[in-house]
T-cell receptor, first 114, second 113 residues
Framework: AQSVSQHNHHVILSEAASLELGCNYS??????LFWYVQYPGQHLQLLLK??????LVKGIKGFEAEFIKSKFSFNLRKPSVQWSDTAEYFC????????????FGAGTRLAVHP | EAGVAQSPRYKIIEKRQSVAFWCNPI?????LYWYQQILGQGPKLLIQ????????DSQLPKDRFSAERLKGVDSTLKIQPAKLEDSAVYLC???????????FGEGSWLTVV
C-alpha cells in the first residue's frame, strides 16, 4: 500500500534559521507530489507541487522542494524562516492510476520563535 | 473565485447521536473528496466522488458513515450513530479533474462527548 512518512513531528527554529522537512513515500510508479501548509486556524493550502520536469520545485513564500526519485523523497526547504511560517506542513502523494487519490503524511508542526 | 464551502464549522454531539456535514465544491470541479483529520494525524481519505459517482470509499466505515453527492455538485456526509473516536475535523475538498490540484475547505470540527 502507498504511504507517506514525514520524519519530524515537531520542529522548533529561530527566525532566519534554515529549514528542511523530510518526506519519503512508498510507491514504485509515477507520482505527483505536494506540500500543503495549514496556518493556525486556517484551511489546508497548497505550498508547491511536482508533476514532472525540473525536480527542484519552487513554491510560494520562498519555499522549495526537491524530488529525488532514487530516494523516494520530496524534502521541503526554506533558507531563512520567518515567524509567520509557524504552521503545520503536510507532504502528500498522488500515485495516479486514473483517479486522483491523495495520501498524506502525518504532518510536521513548525514553531518559529522571533 | 469562491473556495470550497463547508457547514457547520463546529458541532458537539453526544455519542450515539447523528450528525450531517454539508459541502459545496468550487464551481466546475468534478471531483469531490471527504477527508477525516484526527488531531495529530494527517488527513485520511474517506470517500471520493467523480461527478455523482463514488470512485473510492475503501476507508469509509460504512456501518455508520454515509455520503452522497446528488446532481454531482453539493455533498453531505452523515455519521449515525457517532462514536467518541469520530471526534475529528472533516475536510471537504475538490479538484477540476483527476490529476489536478486539490483545494480544501476550512473543515467541520466534530466533538463527540
Amino acid at each position: 500500500a502507498q504511504s507517506v512518512s514525514q520524519h519530524n513531528h515537531h520542529v522548533i527554529l529561530s527566525e532566519a534559521a534554515s529549514l528542511e522537512l523530510g518526506c519519503n513515500y512508498s510507491y514504485g510508479g509515477t507520482v505527483n507530489l505536494f506540500w500543503y501548509v495549514q496556518y493556525p486556524g486556517q484551511h489546508l493550502q497548497l505550498l508547491l507541487k511536482y508533476f514532472s520536469g525540473d525536480p527542484l520545485v519552487k513554491g510560494i513564500k520562498g519555499f522549495e522542494a526537491e524530488f529525488i526519485k532514487s530516494k523516494f523523497s520530496f524534502n521541503l526547504r526554506k533558507p531563512s524562516v520567518q515567524w509567520s511560517d509557524t504552521a503545520e506542513y503536510f507532504c502528500a502523494v498522488n500515485a495516479g492510476g486514473g483517479y486522483n487519490k491523495l495520501i498524506f503524511g502525518a504532518g510536521t508542526r513548525l514553531a518559529v520563535h522571533p | 473565485e469562491a473556495g470550497v464551502a463547508q457547514s457547520p464549522r463546529y458541532k458537539i454531539i453526544e455519542k450515539r447521536q447523528s450528525v450531517a456535514f454539508w459541502c459545496n465544491p468550487i464551481s466546475g470541479h468534478a471531483t469531490l473528496y471527504w477527508y477525516q483529520q484526527i488531531l495529530g494525524q494527517g488527513p485520511k481519505l474517506l470517500i471520493q466522488f467523480q461527478n455523482n459517482g463514488v470512485v473510492d470509499d475503501s476507508q469509509l466505515p460504512k456501518d455508520r458513515f454515509s455520503a452522497e453527492r446528488l446532481k454531482g455538485v453539493d455533498s453531505t456526509l452523515k455519521i449515525q450513530p457517532a462514536k467518541l473516536e469520530d471526534s475529528a475535523v472533516y475536510l471537504c475538498a475538490s479538484s477540476f479533474e483527476s490529476g489536478n490540484t486539490i483545494y480544501f475547505g476550512e473543515g467541520s470540527w466534530l466533538t463527540v462527548v
